[in-house]
């Protein structure tokens, strides 16, 4: 019988390590006791405890064991999910001697308990699904060979470029003949802002979600990719405005200057205005974000210090959250129509303006108003497999739409109307999850995007963000990055060299640029890039094939 | 790599003439068929220039639906020409090849040339689409003073097949295409020179962009836009839809399908233009490796290369007589007696341009304008 007082005589009630998506391997006889590990851990999942241990000794010529009892210094991992390991490592990488390092436990029941206190579990990253992607099974299966010869992508010359702007049809170009030279008539018909950029941007991702030298990290990254290598590569500021200086400095030519729900920022971007030297390179329009469909963005209380809470707009620590909506907009026309025009006429019809949606369903209905709007740019989707930087994660792993399909069935809704070169589409979510850029674009290009968004991927290639789809570390929403990436915390994001993020940025994207010029070249494609061009893939499954209109190569 | 050669001259000649020129260059091409389009008839054509003629092959029972077809649109019959077959080894024989001159149905007697244009295409495409799933009819052209001939085989065996080597079928603009079989099943409607509404072209080398380019246009809402059984067609309704529908200069073609770099466009004077036509026809850019040849309503006769030129291709001859081929041994068969030394090979930028009934070459550069 149990005794009366209620005092238990096991440890039956607690959580088995087995629970534990993370199980903490420490080796006792390599630890030195330096407690590096236990002080980095971003969770507080181990910690420093004194265990009393039955120890047989034997001392002398001759065996003589001995039992003793001591009290042990050790390193345990904490039965509290709250307080779980999330895998992320920092403990490997501080430990002098090789004595511990978390492992991915296959069976953890993880998700049964973190609701304590009634509320759903909330993290950063994506969603947490490992399986390789349909976008990472497209193939290239084109190849010009013997009948033609393939392109050499060391030697003949390439243009890896796209755009975003609103394209006239041919039919409506005001364009006259004089005596056998084409002018243009400028004052007949409205033409829209256009820019040429590299096929690959780097999506929204704000000041406040990003820690000051991940976002200036970037930033360099983008400003050296123009001014010193020529690539036009633009980045997305996210919602959150972006630092004053940058607001009127030469260089605003190379952002896209977000707006979503929240306002957030834009008191200081209106300001900034009549001081611009530059117009930015677009205005995107944040309506949904594939991570987490439906929801608003989310910049925990945590995250918000001094210079976060200066460039918002709004007081220190207190939880920012953006309405799931555009709140002054009740339809479709005004939501959309409404705010392009506004945009568009804040900086006198000169820069593109698009909006962002997250993959779904229902993307051909925005995508057949926006057709019918003059002045939308571009429609961007953001797919399912996108990341963020805080929200629940019923809402990242089981909300949204794949890329692949959305966007194509969204191309070929345009190529129907004839429409397929007027508004470019913009593709995000997933691309590089498991680290094919240049293919996993190139795909997406092939199937019609005329440019694509990557957020985590740039994270992980630049600063070594630790977070996979095993739902390790994807502390973001913490403010407690043990990498500096996603944290307000000088303590965190000092580990982080803006240097050497700008430094990876370009890298990154030097490389992507020879890929998918090998991947172009022997398609035979180097002049314009291959938008629908979707004789060039394959793929191994005859049900995706036929969605995809695509060849079946097994 | 299919052969292509071309002749346009003030005089009119024989169509056996380019088949010749494609024999030198018979390492080329594998036999798979001979495609030949006539401009500018002389012969037994010479006076039937205003009524237009429709080129085909049909069996005995597409020949009735087709007789039926026309008459029930109101045209009459005027002229009939048939070749007089010469049996061949190799080149199955079909029922009946023709080229029948028409008269417009008489609703059509004022009409604009325009209005009758669409006429004539709609027609053809309609009789197309009768004959196509039993290939019953095949229609290649039907348009005033063009003929197109078309069928599998050997081209000089083709010829002979078809009787032109006696024939006395003449014409001003001669094209031929000895065609290499590459991606696409052998089928008579993938045979080169293609022919709507006054242009034509024929092009060698495999087109790598040739599904954006088919999407765009057939998105045209243009009824032409229809057949690429080949995916040099393309090249013909690219040609029709910058000069035709869009009113275009015939050197705009060669901004459209080969667009300068920003930097190149700078020098331009019609820069401003340029900026827009490289965006607005963005899907319609060629990546090559292609030459392509071809004829405008008027007679011009042209030659344009890919933005690398990773094709070959020659136009030499003599005032009243060029020829416009893929390779010089062609050349030297159709035009012997000229200067060599004043042979164009067309570079990357260039667009060679020969004015109607030979007078004229001129190269126009792109890089200048």
Redesign the interface.
Known sequence: MEPASGIRLDHNHQLSLKEFPYIIRWRDDRCKRCGKCTAVCPVKAIEPTVRVQRIVKSEGPVPTPTAVRSITHVVEQVKDMERCCTGCGSCTLVCPNEAIEPEFNPQHKFLHYKNKGGEGYKRGGRRNDPSISTLDRLKFARI?ML???A?DAGR??F?VRS?IGR?????E?P?K?VN?????DKESIF?PP?R?IFPIMIGSMSVGALSPPMWEGLAMGVAYLNEVEGMPVVMCSGEGGMPPRLLRSKYLKYFIIQIASGYFGWDEIIHAIPHMVEDPAAIEIKYGQGAKPGDGGLLMAQKVLKLIAKIRGVPQFVDLASPPTHQTKYSIEEAVAKMIQSMSMAWGFRVPVYPKISGTRTARAVLNNLARNPYAAALSIDGEDGGTGAAYNVSMDKMGHPIVSNLRECYLDL???????ELPLIAAGGIGKKGNLAANAAALIMLGASAVAIGKYIMQAAADCFGDEYNRCNLCNTGKCPRGITTQDPKLYRRLDSDKVAERVVEVFKAADVELKKIFAP??????L??????GLSIDDQAIAERLGISYAC | ?CRLAAITSKDYISSIEPVLALETMKEGHDGSGLGLTLKNLGGEFEKLKKYPILSGICSKEGKKTLDDFMKKHGFKLRHEWTPKIKPIKGIVARDYYFARAYDYPASYAGKSMQEKEELLMNTRLAIRKIGEPDESIFAFSFYPDVITLKEVGDPLEVAEFFGLDKDGLKAKIVFAQGRQN??YAIHLYACHPFFIQGYCSMTN??N?????IR??LM???FPGYIGYNSDSEVFTHILH?TVR?????L??YKDVI??L??AEIEQR??K???K??K?????L?????NMVIGFIPDGTCFMVQD??K?RPGVVGGIKGRYALMSEECGVDRAVPKRDRSKDIFPMKYDMVIVSPDAQEVKVWNQLQ?
């Open positions: 010009s009948t033609d010869p392109l003949h010359e243009r755009y394209i006239l049809p041919p039919e170009l364009l003949s056998g030279k084409l002018i243009v033409i256009v040429e190529v129907k109307q004839g429409k397929q070169n398609m035979g494609r180097s002049t314009e291959p938008i629908g061009m979707s004789d | 790599m590459t991606n080398g495999e790598t962009a040739f599904v954006p999407e765009f998105s045209r809402g839809y529908q869009l009113k275009f200069p050197t705009y080969t667009p770099k920003a004077k019609d401003e233009a340029l827009l036509i965006q607005s026809l963005r899907p850019c060629i990546d090559g490796p933005s690398k990773l304008g």
